[in-house]
């Protein structure tokens, strides 16, 4: 599995979107379990027009294929996101609790573009395309590109994209 992860700088901006949140709220945490699932998106519900072309894009630079068999997204926290792709490092507890929209696609992938590629070896490629994207400011921040089947259940319900 390869992880390409962008400068946490972009990480430093949904920190301080989630402190302001929680001013804001008047609460020490940003949501609680229960707030959350309360939250989430039902399985029929449609997703945000900017996550749809968000993934759209990405499909338009790295598809190997045309556009995927299947796409799904769900609407988690980096905590739970973060336990479905180990090898992405440790959950940060500065972030666990913090919204993340995760999609993610079947088909052929491969990331070609060299200024986000950590080493010199050759550009990950594979089946399985997972984005995990800010919800405030609709920043990808995290792409897995995967060999081996995903499972996304951990995250949560999940709902079906159309690309």
Known sequence: MKIITHKRRRLAVVL???????????????????????????ADQAAPD??????????????????????????TTAGQYK???????????????VSNYVVVMH?????RDASLLSDKQPPPSGTTAVLAIDPETHTVFCIAILTTPYDSSPMGPVSPLTL
Do not use: C, H, M
């Not at 929680?22 to 939250?39: C, F, K, V, Y």
């Not at 900017?50 to 609407?75: I, M, N, Q, R």
């Open 83 to 97: 336990r479905t792709v180990p090898e992405d490092g440790p959950v940060d507890p500065d972030y666990a609790n």
């Open 16 to 42: 301080a979107s989630a402190l302001a949140l929680a001013a804001l709220i008047g609460a020490g945490t940003i949501l609680s379990p229960a707030a959350q699932s309360a939250s989430s998106p039902s």
């Open 50 to 75: 900017w996550l749809v072309a968000t993934a759209k894009d990405f499909v338009a630079a790295y598809s190997t294929a045309g556009t995927p068999v299947s796409a799904e997204w769900v609407l």
């Open 107 to 111: 088909g052929s992938f491969e990331i």
